[in-house]
């Protein structure tokens, strides 16, 4: 594993122009019909990222804050991999959290989901989900737990790939048992005080 070099994300203008230009002339299909998500990512969810891509979206912002970060490189047998380090500990693995380090998960989990309030939703379970919640009415992380929250200068929760349409309750128990239960050989009664 080695270290990235200096400015390793370095989009040359001309991409970025051929990028501006395929999305102004991009002609999406009509709506498939079905449940919205059934068939895959709803026609009006894909013209509002592109919109955002045309008319707020600063790449060089973004490729800024990128080369920020710790890049590191790893040769597996299938081939290389490029990822971004955060330093930080994964909450599981560090000291029990504190009533305070609590308040703060609740708060990033309230910051979560006021973020995608507006992310449309069939209004139905979606069976592309691990655990389906009745009263679907959010697109959620669905498995906010000590084992997906980094720790450090800044918190970060990681793993989405189990991310869908849920509800705020569904996902705040799930956070609630995971992050207050986090010892198997504790008395239940005891650990929920």
Request: charged share 25%; aromatic share 10%.
């Given at each position: ?27 999406l299909p009509d709506q498939t019909p079905g449940p919205d998500w059934s068939r895959g ?49 994964i909450a599981i693995d560090a000291p029990q959290l504190d009533h305070a380090a609590l308040a703060r998960v609740g ?87």
């Amino acid at each position: 594993m080695s270290t990235r070099p200096e400015h390793f994300f370095n989009v040359p203008d001309s991409d970025l122009d051929r990028l501006a230009r395929r999305l102004h002339e991009a002609v999406l299909p009509d709506q498939t019909p079905g449940p919205d998500w059934s068939r895959g990512i709803p026609t009006r969810v894909l013209e509002r990222l592109r919109r955002r891509w045309i008319e707020r979206y600063d790449w060089r912002q973004y490729e800024r804050a990128l080369n920020r970060e710790q890049h590191s490189f790893y040769t597996s047998v299938s081939g290389p991999l490029h990822y971004v380090c955060r330093d930080g500990d994964i909450a599981i693995d560090a000291p029990q959290l504190d009533h305070a380090a609590l308040a703060r998960v609740g708060r990033m989990i309230r910051e979560i989901h006021d973020a995608s309030v507006n992310v449309p939703l069939s209004g139905g379970n979606d069976d592309d989900v691990l655990i389906p919640a009745p009263h679907v009415d959010l697109f959620c992380h669905n498995d906010l737990a000590p084992w997906n929250l980094v720790l450090g200068d800044r918190w970060v929760f990681i793993d989405w790939d189990s991310a869908g349409p849920s509800s705020r309750i569904w996902d705040l128990a799930y956070a609630a048992q995971s992050f207050t239960l986090n010892d198997a050989s504790e008395n239940p009664d005891i650990a929920a005080v």
